[in-house]
């Protein structure tokens, strides 16, 4: 952590290669924009807010970034050169001389700490007025190539459109990431010029430029190039969103988690899971989901905003949204809880069951095949297979309250508003369209019939005649 180390990311182009309506910054990987792992790396490298260079979309970019940055406006995206330009304004109003500023780009989510914090290290124990990090590449593609004179010197960058064949053929390439003297970066700032293919003020052409003025540029060659992997299309947002996952879940099992096969779940990096718990092949966990200690999370599992205690049971293809799973409950195969679902501790709620606003008290169970909503269960409610909260009129949901000990027959309806006194009994295929008192029994069943005889004598009617 540095207090006197500038950070600039660049992040006012649209990323026209995504063919998006959606500017690419705020596309998002493993569960977060690709700007907020940006500015996470920023934070943990400098103690001052970074300035970001907006552009398109900015006010959604500006919302979205909120107070974790100061914003400098690129009206025309002119090029990376521009771009740093209008941050420039503030740099020298605000910072102090002889500083350092080390400058992002919005789109390169996977550098690491550690390679920012040495390329800083080079850069100040070199005295360079420059030092960027590159990377080898076995296919450089569009990447601008690192020029370097006979003894290693870089003495500068030609960007892949400009480049001549032999040019091309250089494997290592600029990652975009640049640590300047601040008087220098501004010096030269100045006197770029648009004078290449793209008609663009290059960032890359203040190498040139500073190895005249007889000043130091230095490189650091990322060890990993992975780390300075841009999203300018959906075929490298997918490798990057693959490599956060493969963080995520490394940190998670560095933690205390098993993954039966880490390489097929998806799991955002905001999600946390406890030690000892157990997530099999297949699992999606995404957003807030919160899961504790010794928890088994089954195939197909997909779980959104769920927050889960500890020794809790998900099985098999199991859907959850912003819901509540108490200590030692099980769910699923199969069930769906949907938004307002609060399960308290040692519930069951099993296979085919669909909840919706609706509260468990400890203890209680509906273990087959029953629809749930508007409802409030007491603890050690038992709800039969089939039973349905009849919540909706058509206009109005309605609630309905099964109080403590309350035993719910099969297949039954309960046409909400409706309440069950404590420890009363439904009994199996009833309609319950009225309150029951507590400890009562309450049937609404057409009485059985038996009648003798019956199917002997259909049968012998529908014997055909010899
Ligand atoms: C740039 C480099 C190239 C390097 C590559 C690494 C230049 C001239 N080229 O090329 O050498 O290999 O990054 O990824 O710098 N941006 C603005 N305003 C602009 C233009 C760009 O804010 O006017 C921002 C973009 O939003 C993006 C970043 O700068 O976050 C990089 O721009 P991009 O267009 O992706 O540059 P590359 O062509 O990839
Ligand atoms: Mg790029």
Redesign the pocket.
């Known amino acids: 952590m540095n207090e006197n180390l500038e950070v600039i990311i660049?992040?006012?182009?649209l990323g026209t290669r995504m063919k998006s309506a959606t500017i690419k910054?705020l596309h998002h990987a493993a569960g977060r924009p690709i700007i907020d792992y940006v500015l996470d790396l920023a934070a943990e490298v400098s103690g001052r807010n970074p300035i970001v260079?907006v552009?398109h979309q900015r006010e959604a970019v500006q919302q979205a970034i909120g107070d974790r940055a100061r914003f400098a406006v690129?009206e025309q995206?002119?090029?990376?050169g521009?771009?740093v330009m209008q941050a420039a304004q503030l740099l020298e109003s605000e910072h102090t001389p002889g500083g350092t500023v080390l400058i992002l780009?919005?789109?390169?989510p996977l550098t690491r700490r550690e390679t920012l914090q040495s390329l800083v290290e080079q850069h100040r124990r070199e005295a360079n007025a420059l030092t960027l990090l590159s990377m080898k590449l076995d296919q450089p593609a569009?990447?601008?190539r690192i020029v370097r004179d006979a003894d290693g010197t870089v003495m500068r960058?030609v960007?892949a459109k400009d480049a001549s064949d032999a040019e091309k053929a250089i494997q290592e390439?600029?990652?975009?990431i640049y640590v300047f003297d601040s008087a220098d970066l501004l010096a030269n700032l100045r006197q770029l010029s648009t004078d290449n293919t793209q008609g663009?003020y290059?960032?890359?052409d203040l190498i040139g430029m500073i190895r005249n003025a007889g000043k130091r540029v230095g490189a650091v060659v990322a060890a990993d190039p992975v780390e300075a992997l841009?999203v300018?299309s959906r075929g490298e947002l997918a490798i990057v969103e693959a490599e956060i996952q493969k963080r995520v879940v490394q940190k998670l099992m560095t933690e205390g988690v098993t993954f039966r096969n880490p390489t097929t779940v998806v799991v955002d990096s905001t999600v946390s899971i406890g030690a000892d718990s157990v997530v099999y092949p297949f699992v999606t966990i995404e957003g807030t989901t919160r899961i504790g200690e010794r928890c088994v999370i089954e195939p197909g599992a997909h779980l959104i905003n769920v927050t889960i205690g500890n020794d809790v049971h998900v099985k098999t293809g199991t859907v959850a949204e912003e819901s509540t799973i108490a200590d030692s409950s099980v769910v699923g195969p199969y069930a769906h809880l949907r938004p307002g679902t609060k399960l308290g501790e040692h519930v069951k709620v099993g296979n085919f069951v669909e909840t919706k606003k609706a509260v468990f008290g400890a203890g209680a169970k509906a273990s087959h095949l029953s629809y749930i909503g508007d409802a409030e269960i007491g603890a050690d409610v038992n709800i039969g297979a089939g039973t349905i909260t009849c919540n909706y009129d058509g206009v109005n949901k309605h609630k309905t309250v099964l109080e403590d000990g309350v035993f719910i027959g099969s297949d039954t309806q309960l046409v909400a508003p409706v309440r069950i006194g404590r420890g009363a009994y439904v009994g199996a295929g009833s309609t319950i369209t009225m309150d029951v008192p507590a400890d009562a029994l309450a049937l609404s069943r057409v009485p059985q019939k038996i009648v003798e005889g019956w199917a002997t004598r259909r049968r012998e009617k529908l014997k055909k005649p010899k």
């Open positions: 660049l992040a006012a182009g910054i260079v552009g690129q995206q002119l090029g990376t521009h771009a780009s919005g789109d390169v569009m990447y601008g960058i960007e390439v600029n990652a975009g663009e290059y960032l890359t841009g300018n």
